[in-house]
């Protein structure tokens, strides 16, 4: 029987934590540095692949899931006001993980080594006024797409893929080629990713490893801090916050919904996948909800690709906990960046649970933190994933009602 990714990923960071500390053992041998020397070669070539494939995965994922809005080009009210809930509800989550990493101290107080030659090279943008980040914003985006590219420009690419994406919306079936193409282009990247995943045992291991072998492990009590954090408040966005916006604006009590959903909310926690859980999202969303089958076919697939409160909230605290462990103090500037290239990330973030490594590199780098901290989210990421899904499909389910509910009111006014 073979061993599924997420048990390889598990089993591979609790033995490059073990390998670390037997590392410790051997303080200033030949056997430590050169140790330290192969789990750094293994390290670099994994995270050297996920930043290879991020800027063409973010791209293709962002244009198919725009160019997917067409299907919503007769129901022009219907994507309208489900845009207007995700971004809403997308708004919220964020503001919600960084007030809780704020609120809670995560990772103050613990100041590591192991990157400062990346963070050597950060420029922080502190000295920003609010006059200088737009103009730098925009002389930073607006910019030919291919220099984008070859820089690895993220924000860039992104503003012309969401261009891009709507131009294709625009154009109809003239550009149905142009579509095929871009999906099958996000096709090929997807199974690069997954080349790159099988692979992630081995760099998890040599990023664990390392990180334990150079550092104090009082790390480790700081991320098991994060962790409940970042799980604590994604469970209060499930069960609080999208429950009031569903009885406010959906007029549907919360008990109702989560006895409907309960069957697709247990797979999601199980698959770790909005996209796999995405049939199941649909069905109970029509037969328990008593959702239109034409809102719901636009609502769910629309949602599972562009509406990701979870993925957003806890790539944002995420950022702010990798900061506050490596001493940087983020700016309202830099917080804001943070936010909106976690709205971006958490739209580009394809349904699965190993891209979610891709987009989070995009999110760090934002603020110039190195992609290489994200060796100290990997041992407890496959573990939060499975919370912030379940977040991810209920949201999605929960747009859907409230869609419902608005249309079915605009149609008997009119």
């Not at 430590?32 to 070539?45: E, H, K």
């Not at 129901?75 to 993980?97: D, E, H, P, Q």
């Not at 989070?360 to 994933?385: F, K, N, T, W, Y």
Request: glycine share 8%; hydrophobic share 55%; proline share 4%.
């Amino acid at each position: 029987m073979t061993m599924s990714l997420n048990t390889q990923i598990l089993i591979a960071a609790i033995l490059g934590v073990a390998f670390g500390f037997l590392l410790n053992q051997f303080p200033d041998t030949q056997f430590l540095d050169g140790s330290i020397y192969t789990l750094s070669i293994a390290s670099s070539i994994f995270i050297g692949l996920l930043k290879m494939l991020l800027v063409p995965l973010i791209f293709s994922s962002i244009l198919v899931g725009v160019s997917n809005l067409e299907a919503g080009s007769q129901l022009s009210r219907v994507w309208k006001i489900t845009l207007a809930c995700c971004v809403t509800t997308t708004t919220l989550a964020l503001i919600l993980g960084l007030a809780s990493t704020h609120f809670f101290h995560v990772g103050q107080g613990v100041d590591i080594d192991l990157f400062k030659d990346a963070m050597s090279q950060h420029k922080s943008p502190d000295s920003l006024t609010p006059s200088s980040f737009l103009t730098n914003f925009i002389q930073n985006t607006l910019i030919n797409p291919f220099k984008a590219f070859s820089d690895g420009n993220v924000l860039a690419v992104v503003l012309f893929a969401l261009l891009l994406g709507l131009a294709l919306v625009q154009g109809g079936e003239r550009f149905n080629s142009i579509k095929q193409l871009a999906r099958q282009f996000f096709d090929i990247m997807m199974m690069l990713v997954g080349w790159v995943m099988k692979v992630a045992p081995i760099g998890i291991f040599a990023l664990m490893a390392k990180l334990i072998a150079t550092e104090d492990i009082s790390i480790l009590s700081r991320l098991a801090e994060f962790a409940i954090v970042v799980t604590g408040t994604t469970i209060f966005h499930g069960v609080v916050v999208l429950p009031l916006l569903l009885w406010i604006f959906g007029k549907m009590d919360p008990i109702t919904f989560f006895k409907g959903t309960r069957a697709a909310l247990i797979t999601a926690f199980a698959t770790s996948s909005s996209s796999a859980t995405m049939p199941l999202s649909l069905k109970c969303t029509q037969e328990n909800l008593g959702v239109r089958p034409q809102i719901a076919g636009f609502v769910v697939p629309f949602g599972s690709q562009l509406n990701m409160d979870g993925t957003a909230l806890y790539e944002a605290a995420a950022a702010l906990f990798i900061a506050n462990l490596m001493g940087l103090e983020l700016s309202i500037t830099q917080q804001i960046i943070v936010c909106l290239t976690a709205m971006i990330a958490s739209l580009g973030a394809p349904g699965i649970p190993s891209a979610g490594m891709v987009t989070m590199i995009m999110v760090l780098q934002s603020v110039g933190l190195p992609a290489e901290a994200i060796a100290i989210l990997l041992p407890i990421d496959r573990i939060l994933d499975t919370v912030r899904t379940v977040v991810n499909v209920q949201g999605d389910m929960m747009i859907s009602v409230v869609v419902d509910r608005h249309t079915r009111d605009m149609e008997s006014s009119s």
